[in-house]
């Protein structure tokens, strides 16, 4: 399975990014997809998941009510709309499967997911 991250940039304080993950190969369907992200000098930290039918999400504290997780089955890709950003969203983003497919408290962590896409660096300026 390949996952390849797009969608970032620069943008001002307040804006709007809508980030994408395409992936190849494998069961997309049957994945859970999460988004993670990553500032230099930290921990890779969670942000969303979404199970494989897309009924069933889990955000981050400090992204909830600002951020969308969604995805297109037919077109093999998952979405994070992100709203309201600030200057602490600045990080490489980076989406990853979980063949599991179900979420769960786990689907938080790195370790529980089995394909990894690049990154897509977001720059959110103050």
């Known amino acids: 399975v390949q996952l390849q991250a797009s969608g970032g940039g620069l943008v001002q304080d307040g804006g709007s990014l809508r980030l994408s993950c395409a992936a190849s190969g494998g069961t997309f369907s049957s994945y859970a997809m999460g988004w993670f992200r990553q500032a230099p000098g930290k921990e890779r930290n969670f942000v969303a998941v979404i199970n494989w039918s897309g009924d069933t999400t889990i955000y981050a504290e400090s992204v909830k009510g600002r951020f969308t997780i969604s995805r297109d089955n037919a077109k093999n890709t998952v979405y994070l709309q992100m709203n309201s950003l600030k200057a602490e969203d600045t990080a490489l983003y980076y989406c990853?499967?979980?063949?599991?497919?179900?979420?769960?408290?786990?689907?938080?962590?790195?370790?529980?997911?089995?394909?990894w896409g690049q990154g897509t660096q977001v720059t959110v300026s103050s």
């Open positions: 990853a499967a979980d063949k599991y497919g179900v979420v769960a408290a786990e689907s938080t962590r790195p370790g529980e997911y089995d394909y």
